[in-house]
Structures are given as C-alpha cells and as structure tokens.
C-alpha cells in the first residue's frame, strides 16, 4: 500500500489540474445553490441584501469566533444587539473542517493515489487547522492582525521540529493542492469592477504606485543586495507592495517560492503591519495631513486589508471624521483587486525567463514557458474573470456572486489557506533559510521596499487624492 | 555499543515528545494567562472595544472578509472628481 501510494500522478490528474477543477466546482455549486434560493421580494436590492443574497452553503461552513477568556466563546455567535441571544457554530466548524478533508480526498482520487492513505491524515490536519484558527480569533491578536496563517504554520513547525511528521501523516501532507485549490476558489472574489470603485484618483495610487514598487523591489533584491534565492525577493517584494499575505500566498505559488520563503515573508509581513497599523494614524494626526491623503496613503502602504480598516478607523476617530477609514478600505480594495494580474504577470515572468534551461531542449520559447507555467494560475484568473462579468451583469447577480462570496467561498478559502499552512509548517525547514536570515538582508529587503512605498505612495495620494483631483467645494 | 544506539534511539522521541509538551505548554500559557490579561489592559481593551463598535474586522485577510464593503461615499462623490 504504501508503494501504492508513493506512486507520483498514477493515471491521475496533474495537480493543477485538480486545482482547477475543485476549485471552479466549488465556485459553480455556490452560485446554482446560491441561485436556486434566491429572495422572492426584492431581489435586486442592494439595501435589502447589503452583503449580497443569503447563501443556503454558509449554514454548512464557518471559523471560530473571536474570544478574550474562554476557548468555549468561540463555538457562539453573540449577537451584537442582545448580547443573550447567541447562536452556536460548533457545527458549522466541524462542517468546515469536513470541507477540507472532502476537498483533500476529491483531489487524492483525481490525481489518482490512494484514498484510504490519506483520509486519517486529512481529519487530522483539518483539526490542526482549527486549532490555528482558534489561537487567531483569541480578541488580542484578532485586532492586532496576526492572522491564521502565522499561527497555522506556527502549529506545523511546532510539531514538524518536536515529534517530526508521523508517517501516517506523510501522504496527506498536500499543502500546495490545497492552497492552488483555494486560490482557484479565492479568483472568485477578485473582482475587476471593484478597481473602478475610487475612479482615476484610486486606480492612480494603487496601480501607479503598486506595481512600481514590486518591480524596483524584486530589482532591488536580486541585483543590488544579491539574495540568492530570486523567489524569495518577489514574495517579499508581493506581499509588502500589494496587500499582504494574500498576495505573498498567490505570487508565492505563481514563482513556485519555497515553504520556507513564503513563511519568512508573511512573518515580515505581519510584523511590519502590527506597527504600521499602530504608528501611523498618530503620525498622521501629528503632521497635520488631510485625512483624506492620510486614508489614502494608509490603504496604500499597510499589507493586510483589516489592518487598514482598523488604522482608518483609528485616524477616523481621533479626528471624528469617517472618511479616512471609508477611504483606506477602498484604496486597498482596488489594491486587492490587482492580485490577480500580478500573479499572472509573475507566472509568465517566471516560466518565460526566471525558469529558463539555457541548457536544456531547443524547444520554441513559448513552448517551454507553457510547460513551465504554472496551469492552476488559469483557473484563478478564469474564476476571477467569469465573477467578474457576472457581477457586472445585472443587479441581482452582483448579489448572487456577494452572498456567494460572503457566505461560502471565502470561509471555505479560508480554510483550504489555513491547513494548508499547517501542512507548510510541518514540512518547513528554516536550516535551509539560515544563511540568508542570518544576513538579515530579507529584512533589510523589507524595511528599504516599504520606505520607497511608503514615499511614493504619499506622494501620489497627495498628488491625486488631495490637489489633482479635489473638486473646490464652497462649505 | 549497540546499548547505546538503542538509547538514543528511545530518547530520541522521549525528547521530541517533551519538546511537544513544553512548547504547548507555553502556548497555552500565552493564550489562556498572558494574553487575556493584555486584553484587559486599559489601552488595548479601549482599542477592542472602540474597533468592535465600529464593527471592524481586523483580521480581516481581504475585503471580502469586511464586515460591511467599502463602497464609495457621498462625500467622496461630491468632492471627488473620479473620471475627468
């Protein structure tokens, strides 16, 4: 059996292949479910539905709830009105972990190996996952945004460099199949619409600003400072230019980064927001900025999306003005939207001349880029590209694609992320990393790539958001 | 000499088990004592609850995760000129 299973693709799918497929009938289910129980009464109004169509899919998926005391907080929803009234998720937490070993197991059948080798290992990962999630929604680190992805590879690395990885759990480690398949469904919420949301003065600071600072990042990393490792200085350069650890995880697959570069960046990242989002609406307020500029530059420098908000809102209220945190959240929102370009922008880069065998096959160039192109990249962009036609379709489908976003995709997403996490830190080898965190020079890759952000994104939140395109209103 | 290798080999997992038990000792430590007492402090549990009110969601890893979308204001309409 364990030959049996061993046995790399035996007449099974490519795993991005799998990816693709999961994850579009994933995001297909959804919406039919999502269409099939749509509201009989005002359908089309976004007032009535302001997170979109109640998905019938959210009573079968959810995290644990935030807690400050007791673990047990998490298994309840205390209403926000009447805090008696709760309503427990244990089932909807166990539902979600069932997901993922569903998913696991679909995916083992597809790339042919064998089920029962790896159905013990994806209950248990899936409970690990959990636990990840659980230490996440501790209040504390909540609203300090130390998001799952730390604390799931924390759980992994914990037991992958105590006890090691059981060998029972070896054939079920398929942290890479399920963080593709999560980004196939993750297209899903990458909506191009959105990008128009702040008209020219967003697309301005987030698509100016953004991509000139990955590119002179990256440069930056691998000509000047000369890490060796080319993936490493673009995750770096995606997560900290881009918006965080959603970026990091979708360009980390598209350039193939090692476990390892992809856990030191999202540390990096995650640091740097914790300080950002606590220094810099007192620096604003103490300069004096106009809090529209000030929300702008802190959606367009702060890494995680809830840091943004949270720095918006900080600002928002020290001055009593909401528009800065209104801002924030928008500015990132576009710059969310980007992730989908840039990850396929990194894949061709990657497979068209990072990747390149000078001394390999004479093969026409296209030809070698195709096979080395990271397919399951396709089915992200393909997710992202049908949700966004059909959102822009009609009213009622730009709540039918919300409520399915809201109330399924992006905790299933969520999940699929987190215990792949696990999976990463369980096979995470940070010796190998040692020589380059012993330079310090990823930090310092980090520090110098967030100071050109930070000054250019000033400058063009500045530039637009606060001369170019201000209309002069009489008071 | 054999003696010895199997002792190592029995310590081996004796010492990865301790290893497990200490570290997640400490980590419940952290969850359970530390952390719910820096809740408690008055700065941060000012921050939680003026970020609760306002229904933000911090650990939010995409807007889609908000707890309401952030859609443009009247005000950044009227104030705004977004397509010249």
């Given amino acids: ?475 | 000499m054999s003696g010895t290798a199997g002792e190592r080999h029995q310590r081996g997992p004796a010492l990865g088990i301790a290893r497990l038990l200490l570290v997640t000792a400490t980590i419940v430590a952290i969850w359970m004592i530390v952390l719910p007492w820096l809740g408690s402090r008055p700065a941060i549990s000012r921050h939680i609850e003026t970020m609760e009110a306002a229904g933000v969601q911090p650990g939010a890893m995409f807007y889609t995760e908000l707890e309401r979308l952030p859609l443009r204001s009247e005000w950044i309409e009227q104030h705004l000129v977004l397509w010249p």
């Fill in chain 1, 1 to 475: 059996m364990t030959k049996d299973v061993l046995l790399p693709h035996r007449h099974g799918l490519h795993e991005d292949s799998a990816a693709i497929i999961i994850g579009v009938i994933i995001v297909a289910l959804s919406l039919v479910i999502g269409w099939n129980a749509r509201p009989t009464a005002d359908a089309g109004s976004r007032e009535k539905h302001p997170k979109g169509w109640r998905n019938p899919l959210s009573a079968t998926i959810d995290k644990p709830q935030s807690w400050s005391d007791s673990p047990a907080r998490s298994l309840v929803v205390v209403d926000k009105k009447d805090p008696a009234k709760v309503t427990p998720v244990s089932r909807a937490i166990l539902l979600g972990m069932a997901w993922v070993v569903g998913v696991s197991a679909v995916g083992t059948l597809l790339r042919g190996r064998s089920l029962l080798a790896v159905l013990p290992g994806a209950c248990a990962l899936a409970l690990l996952g959990g636990l990840a999630y659980l230490m996440a929604a501790q209040k504390v680190i909540n609203h300090y945004n130390l998001e799952y992805p730390l604390w799931a590879l924390l759980v992994g690395l914990v037991i992958g460099n105590t006890v090691g990885v059981p060998k029972w759990l070896e054939p079920s480690l398929q942290g890479e199949f399920l963080i593709k398949t999560g980004l196939v469904v993750f297209g899903a919420e990458v909506l191009f619409s959105r990008l128009l949301e702040l008209g020219l003065p967003g697309l301005l600071t987030s698509w100016v600003v953004t991509p000139i600072v990955l590119v002179t990042t990256y440069l930056f990393g691998v000509y000047w400072m000369k890490i060796p490792s080319k993936s490493l200085c673009m995750v770096i350069a995606a997560d900290m230019s881009v918006c965080g650890v959603s970026a990091a995880i979708a360009t980390g697959a598209a350039c193939k980064a090692k476990k390892e570069e992809l856990s030191l960046a999202i540390g990096l990242s995650l640091l740097f927001t914790v300080a950002m989002m606590v220094v810099m609406p007192p620096f604003i307020q103490w300069t004096g900025m106009d809090p529209i500029v000030g929300g702008a530059w802190i959606g367009g420098t702060i890494d995680a999306t809830g840091a943004v908000v949270a720095a918006g809102e900080m600002l928002g209220r020290s001055i009593d003005d909401k528009r800065p945190a209104e801002v924030a959240a928008t500015v990132k929102m576009i710059q969310n939207s980007m992730i989908g370009i840039i990850a396929f922008a990194v894949a061709v880069y990657w497979a068209g001349w990072v990747d390149r065998d000078a001394a390999g096959p004479k093969s026409s160039l296209a030809a070698e880029a195709w096979r080395r192109f990271p397919k399951f990249i396709l089915g992200f962009i393909g997710t992202s590209i049908a949700c966004s036609v059909l959102f822009t379709s009609s009213p009622e489908l730009s709540l039918l694609i919300d409520g399915a976003i809201s109330g399924f995709t992006s905790r299933l997403r969520g999940w699929l992320f987190c215990v792949g996490f696990v999976c990463m830190g369980l096979q995470t080898n940070f010796r190998e990393l040692a020589p380059t965190l012993a330079s310090g020079r990823p930090l310092v890759l980090y520090c110098l790539g967030q100071a050109l952000n930070l000054a250019l994104s000033l400058a063009m939140a500045s530039l637009t958001f606060g001369w170019l395109f201000r209309k002069v209103v009489e008071p």
